[in-house]
Protein backbone atom coordinates (compact mmCIF):
# COMPACT_ATOMS: atom_id res chain seq x y z
CA UNK A 1 0.00 0.00 0.00
CA UNK A 2 1.00 3.97 -0.29
CA UNK A 3 2.37 5.05 2.66
CA UNK A 4 0.02 7.70 4.50
CA UNK A 5 2.24 10.59 4.40
CA UNK A 6 2.07 11.18 0.57
CA UNK A 7 0.75 9.93 -2.97
CA UNK A 8 2.73 10.06 -6.15
CA UNK A 9 1.11 12.81 -8.68
CA UNK A 10 2.19 13.70 -11.86
CA UNK A 11 4.17 16.66 -11.83
CA UNK A 12 3.73 19.29 -14.55
CA UNK A 13 6.62 20.19 -16.74
CA UNK A 14 7.36 23.50 -15.56
CA UNK A 15 7.57 22.54 -12.05
CA UNK A 16 9.72 19.45 -12.57
CA UNK A 17 13.32 19.27 -11.92
CA UNK A 18 15.19 19.46 -15.27
CA UNK A 19 16.09 15.89 -16.35
CA UNK A 20 20.01 15.12 -15.64
CA UNK A 21 21.56 13.90 -18.53
CA UNK A 22 23.23 10.37 -18.47
CA UNK A 23 26.58 10.76 -18.34
CA UNK A 24 25.79 13.42 -14.87
CA UNK A 25 23.67 10.66 -13.50
CA UNK A 26 26.04 8.00 -13.74
CA UNK A 27 28.70 10.09 -12.54
CA UNK A 28 26.21 10.97 -9.57
CA UNK A 29 25.14 7.23 -9.26
CA UNK A 30 25.56 5.30 -5.99
CA UNK A 31 25.98 2.16 -8.58
CA UNK A 32 28.39 3.93 -10.65
CA UNK A 33 31.43 2.99 -8.25
CA UNK A 34 32.74 0.52 -11.49
CA UNK A 35 31.40 1.56 -14.27
CA UNK A 36 33.30 0.49 -17.54
CA UNK A 37 34.33 2.59 -19.83
CA UNK A 38 32.57 0.95 -22.48
CA UNK A 39 29.59 1.64 -20.93
CA UNK A 40 30.29 5.24 -20.85
CA UNK A 41 31.23 5.27 -24.18
CA UNK A 42 27.85 3.76 -24.96
CA UNK A 43 26.22 6.72 -23.44
CA UNK A 44 27.36 9.54 -24.98
CA UNK A 45 26.63 8.07 -28.66
CA UNK A 46 24.13 9.33 -30.95
CA UNK A 47 20.46 11.07 -29.77
CA UNK A 48 18.06 8.25 -30.28
CA UNK A 49 20.14 5.26 -28.81
CA UNK A 50 19.60 3.71 -25.59
CA UNK A 51 22.73 3.41 -23.75
CA UNK A 52 23.11 0.34 -21.35
CA UNK A 53 25.93 0.81 -18.37
CA UNK A 54 27.04 -2.22 -16.70
CA UNK A 55 28.04 -1.64 -13.11
CA UNK A 56 30.35 -4.49 -10.75
CA UNK A 57 28.79 -3.97 -7.86
CA UNK A 58 31.57 -5.26 -5.13
CA UNK A 59 30.44 -5.94 -1.57
CA UNK A 60 29.11 -4.23 0.53
CA UNK A 61 26.78 -3.89 -2.43
CA UNK A 62 25.29 -0.46 -4.01
CA UNK A 63 22.33 0.26 -4.75
CA UNK A 64 21.41 -1.27 -8.51
CA UNK A 65 18.33 -0.49 -11.09
CA UNK A 66 17.60 2.53 -10.93
CA UNK A 67 19.06 3.35 -7.15
CA UNK A 68 16.16 1.18 -6.18
CA UNK A 69 17.43 -2.23 -4.86
CA UNK A 70 19.78 -1.63 -1.97
CA UNK A 71 22.35 -4.34 -0.16
CA UNK A 72 19.66 -5.80 1.89
CA UNK A 73 16.90 -6.35 -1.44
CA UNK A 74 19.86 -7.73 -3.83
CA UNK A 75 21.18 -10.07 -0.48
CA UNK A 76 17.91 -11.59 -0.23
CA UNK A 77 17.68 -11.91 -3.25
CA UNK A 78 21.07 -13.59 -4.26
CA UNK A 79 22.69 -14.29 -1.39
CA UNK A 80 26.28 -13.26 -0.53
CA UNK A 81 27.77 -13.45 -4.28
CA UNK A 82 28.88 -11.46 -6.56
CA UNK A 83 27.06 -9.02 -8.82
CA UNK A 84 26.97 -7.11 -11.52
CA UNK A 85 23.87 -4.66 -12.89
CA UNK A 86 23.14 -3.34 -16.01
CA UNK A 87 20.57 -0.58 -16.96
CA UNK A 88 18.84 1.19 -19.25
CA UNK A 89 18.02 4.85 -18.30
CA UNK A 90 14.24 5.31 -17.79
CA UNK A 91 12.42 7.55 -20.56
CA UNK A 92 9.59 9.27 -19.56
CA UNK A 93 7.55 8.71 -22.97
CA UNK A 94 8.50 5.92 -24.87
CA UNK A 95 8.16 6.43 -28.40
CA UNK A 96 8.48 2.62 -29.28
CA UNK A 97 6.13 0.06 -30.42
CA UNK A 98 6.68 -1.83 -26.96
CA UNK A 99 5.79 1.35 -24.94
CA UNK A 100 8.84 -0.02 -23.18
CA UNK A 101 10.35 2.80 -20.14
CA UNK A 102 13.50 0.80 -19.52
CA UNK A 103 14.96 -2.84 -18.32
CA UNK A 104 17.66 -3.50 -15.60
CA UNK A 105 19.25 -6.93 -15.78
CA UNK A 106 20.75 -7.84 -12.25
CA UNK A 107 23.46 -11.39 -12.54
CA UNK A 108 24.69 -13.03 -9.59
CA UNK A 109 28.05 -15.44 -9.80
CA UNK A 110 29.55 -17.72 -7.24
CA UNK A 111 33.15 -18.05 -5.94
CA UNK A 112 34.42 -19.94 -9.62
CA UNK A 113 32.50 -17.28 -11.33
CA UNK A 114 30.21 -19.93 -13.50
CA UNK A 115 27.29 -20.67 -11.72
CA UNK A 116 24.56 -17.36 -12.32
CA UNK A 117 20.90 -16.61 -11.05
CA UNK A 118 19.59 -13.31 -13.08
CA UNK A 119 16.69 -10.97 -12.27
CA UNK A 120 15.44 -8.92 -15.05
CA UNK A 121 13.22 -5.51 -14.30
CA UNK A 122 11.41 -4.04 -16.81
CA UNK A 123 9.20 -1.22 -17.14
CA UNK A 124 6.78 -1.48 -19.94
CA UNK A 125 2.57 -0.11 -20.49
CA UNK A 126 0.99 -3.35 -21.02
CA UNK A 127 -0.46 -3.16 -24.78
CA UNK A 128 -4.03 -2.46 -24.52
CA UNK A 129 -4.21 -1.15 -28.30
CA UNK A 130 -2.83 -4.11 -30.32
CA UNK A 131 -3.48 -7.09 -27.94
CA UNK A 132 0.20 -8.05 -27.97
CA UNK A 133 0.42 -8.64 -24.27
CA UNK A 134 -2.79 -10.98 -23.69
CA UNK A 135 -1.01 -14.33 -24.36
CA UNK A 136 2.60 -14.37 -23.00
CA UNK A 137 2.61 -11.95 -20.38
CA UNK A 138 -0.51 -13.66 -18.54
CA UNK A 139 1.10 -17.26 -19.17
CA UNK A 140 3.76 -16.02 -16.77
CA UNK A 141 2.51 -13.49 -14.47
CA UNK A 142 -1.10 -13.93 -14.11
CA UNK A 143 -0.40 -18.03 -13.40
CA UNK A 144 -2.26 -19.99 -10.65
CA UNK A 145 1.47 -19.87 -8.60
CA UNK A 146 1.07 -16.13 -8.30
CA UNK A 147 -0.76 -14.34 -4.98
CA UNK A 148 -2.00 -10.86 -5.04
CA UNK A 149 0.56 -8.97 -3.06
CA UNK A 150 -1.88 -8.10 -0.49
CA UNK A 151 -2.41 -4.75 1.66
CA UNK A 152 -3.51 -2.73 -1.37
CA UNK A 153 -0.60 -3.28 -4.04
CA UNK A 154 -1.99 -3.77 -7.03
CA UNK A 155 0.62 -6.23 -8.30
CA UNK A 156 1.23 -10.26 -7.77
CA UNK A 157 4.21 -12.13 -7.34
CA UNK A 158 5.40 -15.84 -7.47
CA UNK A 159 8.58 -17.94 -6.57
CA UNK A 160 9.97 -16.84 -10.08
CA UNK A 161 7.93 -13.78 -10.97
CA UNK A 162 6.26 -10.59 -9.83
CA UNK A 163 4.44 -7.03 -11.11
CA UNK A 164 3.30 -4.23 -9.69
CA UNK A 165 1.27 -1.38 -11.13
CA UNK A 166 2.79 2.05 -10.99
CA UNK A 167 -0.21 4.69 -9.30
CA UNK A 168 -2.32 6.26 -11.58
CA UNK A 169 -1.67 9.63 -9.90
CA UNK A 170 2.17 9.12 -11.50
CA UNK A 171 1.19 7.95 -14.72
CA UNK A 172 -2.57 10.07 -15.31
CA UNK A 173 -5.83 8.77 -15.73
CA UNK A 174 -6.07 5.83 -18.38
CA UNK A 175 -8.19 6.62 -21.72
CA UNK A 176 -10.30 3.95 -23.10
CA UNK A 177 -7.85 0.97 -24.08
CA UNK A 178 -5.08 2.08 -21.82
CA UNK A 179 -3.38 -0.90 -19.67
CA UNK A 180 -1.32 -0.21 -16.45
CA UNK A 181 2.29 0.72 -16.76
CA UNK A 182 3.95 -2.14 -14.73
CA UNK A 183 7.67 -2.85 -13.30
CA UNK A 184 7.90 -6.59 -13.73
CA UNK A 185 10.69 -9.17 -11.98
CA UNK A 186 11.43 -12.29 -13.61
CA UNK A 187 13.83 -14.54 -11.93
CA UNK A 188 15.48 -16.97 -14.39
CA UNK A 189 12.92 -18.69 -16.51
CA UNK A 190 9.19 -19.51 -15.92
CA UNK A 191 8.97 -22.81 -14.13
CA UNK A 192 5.10 -23.25 -14.02
CA UNK A 193 5.26 -26.72 -12.06
CA UNK A 194 8.23 -27.33 -9.75
CA UNK A 195 8.06 -26.56 -6.06
CA UNK A 196 11.39 -26.08 -4.58
CA UNK A 197 12.37 -25.84 -0.96
CA UNK A 198 13.02 -22.25 -1.38
CA UNK A 199 10.09 -21.72 -3.01
CA UNK A 200 8.89 -19.22 -0.11
CA UNK A 201 12.34 -17.46 0.86
CA UNK A 202 11.90 -16.72 -3.34
CA UNK A 203 8.69 -14.93 -3.88
CA UNK A 204 9.45 -12.85 -0.08
CA UNK A 205 12.79 -11.62 -2.03
CA UNK A 206 10.92 -11.15 -5.14
CA UNK A 207 8.06 -9.26 -2.88
CA UNK A 208 10.44 -7.01 -1.60
CA UNK A 209 11.97 -6.66 -4.62
CA UNK A 210 9.06 -5.18 -7.18
CA UNK A 211 7.86 -2.89 -4.26
CA UNK A 212 11.70 -1.47 -4.37
CA UNK A 213 11.96 -1.32 -7.97
CA UNK A 214 8.66 0.23 -8.51
CA UNK A 215 9.48 3.02 -5.87
CA UNK A 216 12.60 3.70 -7.66
CA UNK A 217 10.54 4.44 -10.74
CA UNK A 218 7.79 6.28 -9.28
CA UNK A 219 10.83 8.56 -8.04
CA UNK A 220 12.54 8.43 -11.39
CA UNK A 221 9.19 9.85 -12.85
CA UNK A 222 8.98 13.10 -10.63
CA UNK A 223 6.14 11.40 -8.74
CA UNK A 224 6.10 11.52 -4.81
CA UNK A 225 5.07 8.94 -2.12
CA UNK A 226 6.13 5.31 -1.75
CA UNK A 227 4.81 1.70 -1.32
CA UNK A 228 5.05 -0.34 1.41
CA UNK A 229 6.53 -4.16 1.01
CA UNK A 230 3.58 -6.27 2.47
CA UNK A 231 4.25 -7.63 5.63
CA UNK A 232 2.99 -10.98 4.95
CA UNK A 233 1.78 -12.95 1.74
CA UNK A 234 -0.97 -15.82 1.43
CA UNK A 235 0.04 -19.10 1.24
CA UNK A 236 1.61 -21.00 -1.90
CA UNK A 237 -0.58 -22.14 -4.11
CA UNK A 238 -0.48 -26.36 -4.04
CA UNK A 239 -2.15 -29.00 -6.17
CA UNK A 240 -4.67 -30.08 -5.45
CA UNK A 241 -6.78 -33.69 -6.48
CA UNK A 242 -9.71 -31.84 -8.77
CA UNK A 243 -13.18 -32.21 -7.11
CA UNK A 244 -15.55 -33.00 -10.02
CA UNK A 245 -18.54 -31.67 -8.46
CA UNK A 246 -17.00 -27.96 -8.35
CA UNK A 247 -14.25 -28.12 -10.19
CA UNK A 248 -11.01 -24.84 -9.86
CA UNK A 249 -13.45 -24.50 -6.63
CA UNK A 250 -16.15 -23.15 -8.81
CA UNK A 251 -19.45 -24.23 -6.86
CA UNK A 252 -21.60 -26.03 -9.24
CA UNK A 253 -19.24 -25.97 -12.07
CA UNK A 254 -19.01 -29.62 -12.71
CA UNK A 255 -16.34 -31.42 -14.88
CA UNK A 256 -17.64 -33.93 -17.86
CA UNK A 257 -16.73 -37.49 -17.15
CA UNK A 258 -14.48 -37.54 -20.85
CA UNK A 259 -12.17 -34.86 -19.10
CA UNK A 260 -11.55 -36.88 -15.87
CA UNK A 261 -8.79 -39.22 -16.48
CA UNK A 262 -6.79 -35.98 -18.21
CA UNK A 263 -7.46 -33.27 -15.36
CA UNK A 264 -6.40 -34.82 -12.23
CA UNK A 265 -5.16 -31.88 -10.19
CA UNK A 266 -5.94 -27.98 -10.02
CA UNK A 267 -3.87 -25.05 -8.40
CA UNK A 268 -5.88 -22.02 -7.84
CA UNK A 269 -3.77 -18.77 -7.44
CA UNK A 270 -4.96 -14.90 -6.78
CA UNK A 271 -7.97 -14.75 -5.14
CA UNK A 272 -10.16 -12.25 -3.23
CA UNK A 273 -8.42 -8.90 -3.22
CA UNK A 274 -6.12 -9.92 -6.14
CA UNK A 275 -5.88 -8.72 -9.95
CA UNK A 276 -7.07 -11.87 -11.01
CA UNK A 277 -8.30 -15.24 -9.96
CA UNK A 278 -6.08 -18.55 -11.46
CA UNK A 279 -7.02 -21.94 -11.71
CA UNK A 280 -4.75 -24.29 -13.66
CA UNK A 281 -5.21 -28.39 -14.21
CA UNK A 282 -3.58 -31.07 -15.31
CA UNK A 283 -2.52 -34.63 -15.02
CA UNK A 284 0.53 -36.09 -13.26
CA UNK A 285 3.60 -34.20 -13.50
CA UNK A 286 3.11 -32.26 -16.84
CA UNK A 287 2.06 -28.87 -16.88
CA UNK A 288 -1.50 -27.58 -17.04
CA UNK A 289 -3.66 -28.78 -19.77
CA UNK A 290 -6.27 -26.12 -19.32
CA UNK A 291 -5.74 -22.33 -17.63
CA UNK A 292 -9.25 -21.03 -16.52
CA UNK A 293 -9.02 -16.86 -15.45
CA UNK A 294 -11.48 -13.94 -13.98
CA UNK A 295 -9.61 -10.67 -14.20
CA UNK A 296 -10.85 -7.70 -12.39
CA UNK A 297 -7.99 -5.29 -12.68
CA UNK A 298 -9.02 -2.99 -14.99
CA UNK A 299 -5.36 -2.13 -15.80
CA UNK A 300 -5.02 -5.33 -16.53
CA UNK A 301 -8.56 -6.55 -17.98
CA UNK A 302 -7.70 -3.98 -20.95
CA UNK A 303 -5.05 -5.97 -22.67
CA UNK A 304 -7.54 -8.58 -23.70
CA UNK A 305 -10.05 -5.74 -25.13
CA UNK A 306 -8.82 -6.63 -28.64
CA UNK A 307 -9.23 -10.01 -28.21
CA UNK A 308 -13.07 -10.03 -27.27
CA UNK A 309 -13.42 -8.35 -30.85
CA UNK A 310 -11.23 -11.11 -32.76
CA UNK A 311 -12.34 -14.14 -33.61
CA UNK A 312 -15.82 -15.79 -34.01
CA UNK A 313 -18.16 -13.24 -31.95
CA UNK A 314 -20.87 -14.25 -29.61
CA UNK A 315 -23.20 -12.21 -27.12
CA UNK A 316 -24.49 -13.29 -24.02
CA UNK A 317 -28.14 -12.99 -22.54
CA UNK A 318 -28.75 -11.02 -19.46
CA UNK A 319 -24.87 -8.87 -19.51
CA UNK A 320 -24.05 -6.02 -22.65
CA UNK A 321 -20.49 -7.71 -22.61
CA UNK A 322 -19.37 -9.50 -25.76
CA UNK A 323 -16.31 -12.28 -26.66
CA UNK A 324 -14.62 -14.27 -29.17
CA UNK A 325 -13.83 -18.15 -29.12
CA UNK A 326 -12.12 -20.19 -31.15
CA UNK A 327 -11.16 -24.13 -30.78
CA UNK A 328 -8.81 -23.77 -27.82
CA UNK A 329 -9.53 -20.13 -26.06
CA UNK A 330 -12.81 -18.02 -25.42
CA UNK A 331 -12.88 -14.10 -24.01
CA UNK A 332 -16.19 -12.76 -23.02
CA UNK A 333 -15.80 -9.07 -21.55
CA UNK A 334 -18.58 -8.69 -18.76
CA UNK A 335 -19.73 -5.03 -17.79
CA UNK A 336 -20.45 -5.49 -13.94
CA UNK A 337 -21.06 -2.76 -11.61
CA UNK A 338 -17.54 -3.17 -10.47
CA UNK A 339 -16.40 -2.32 -13.64
CA UNK A 340 -14.96 -4.05 -16.82
CA UNK A 341 -14.37 -8.00 -16.05
CA UNK A 342 -12.94 -10.77 -17.52
CA UNK A 343 -12.90 -14.36 -18.20
CA UNK A 344 -11.06 -16.51 -19.92
CA UNK A 345 -10.75 -19.89 -20.75
CA UNK A 346 -7.90 -22.25 -22.72
CA UNK A 347 -6.88 -25.34 -23.60
CA UNK A 348 -2.87 -25.00 -23.41
CA UNK A 349 -2.06 -28.97 -24.06
CA UNK A 350 -3.21 -31.44 -26.33
CA UNK A 351 -5.03 -34.47 -24.95
CA UNK A 352 -8.02 -37.06 -25.45
CA UNK A 353 -11.90 -35.13 -25.82
CA UNK A 354 -9.36 -31.69 -25.64
CA UNK A 355 -10.85 -29.92 -28.65
CA UNK A 356 -14.32 -29.97 -26.44
CA UNK A 357 -12.83 -28.77 -22.93
CA UNK A 358 -13.39 -24.82 -23.42
CA UNK A 359 -16.89 -25.67 -25.29
CA UNK A 360 -17.85 -27.30 -22.65
CA UNK A 361 -16.78 -25.62 -19.43
CA UNK A 362 -16.57 -21.93 -20.63
CA UNK A 363 -20.37 -20.94 -20.08
CA UNK A 364 -21.23 -23.18 -16.80
CA UNK A 365 -17.49 -21.04 -15.47
CA UNK A 366 -18.58 -17.63 -16.86
CA UNK A 367 -22.53 -17.80 -15.35
CA UNK A 368 -20.76 -19.29 -11.99
CA UNK A 369 -18.17 -16.44 -11.45
CA UNK A 370 -20.39 -13.68 -12.74
CA UNK A 371 -22.58 -14.30 -9.89
CA UNK A 372 -19.82 -14.87 -7.20
CA UNK A 373 -18.44 -11.40 -8.04
CA UNK A 374 -22.02 -9.99 -8.76
CA UNK A 375 -21.97 -9.08 -12.09
CA UNK A 376 -25.63 -10.88 -11.55
CA UNK A 377 -26.87 -13.56 -14.10
CA UNK A 378 -24.67 -14.43 -17.34
CA UNK A 379 -25.84 -16.80 -19.84
CA UNK A 380 -23.13 -17.04 -23.09
CA UNK A 381 -23.56 -19.72 -25.88
CA UNK A 382 -20.28 -20.08 -27.50
CA UNK A 383 -20.16 -20.76 -31.47
CA UNK A 384 -19.23 -23.67 -33.30
CA UNK A 385 -15.84 -23.41 -34.12
Not at 70 to 94: C, H, K, N, V, Y
Not at 100 to 123: E, H, I, M, N, P
Not at 361 to 368: D, K, Q, S, T, W
Amino acid sequence: MMTTEETPEQETASAAEPRPSLLRRLLRSRTARAVTASAVAGALLGAGVVAWRTDTLPLPKADACWDSLDESTLSALFGDRRIEAEEQELRRDPQTASRSYGQCRVTSFDDRGTGRRQAVLRVHYLDGLYGEDSRRWPEEFLSARMVGLGEGLPGMVSPNRAWLAVPQQCTGRPKDGDASLVVDVALGEHDFDSEGPHDREDREALARTVVAAANGVIRDLGCTGTYRAPRELPPLPQRTSVRPGDFCGVDGLKLPAAHRKNLAWVREGGGDGAAARVCESGFGSLGPHVRMMTLVDPGITEIFGKETLDGVRFHADGNSGYGSAGLMRAVYGANCQTGRVIFLMEQTRSYENAPRIVADLMPGYVAAEAERIGCGRVTIELPRV
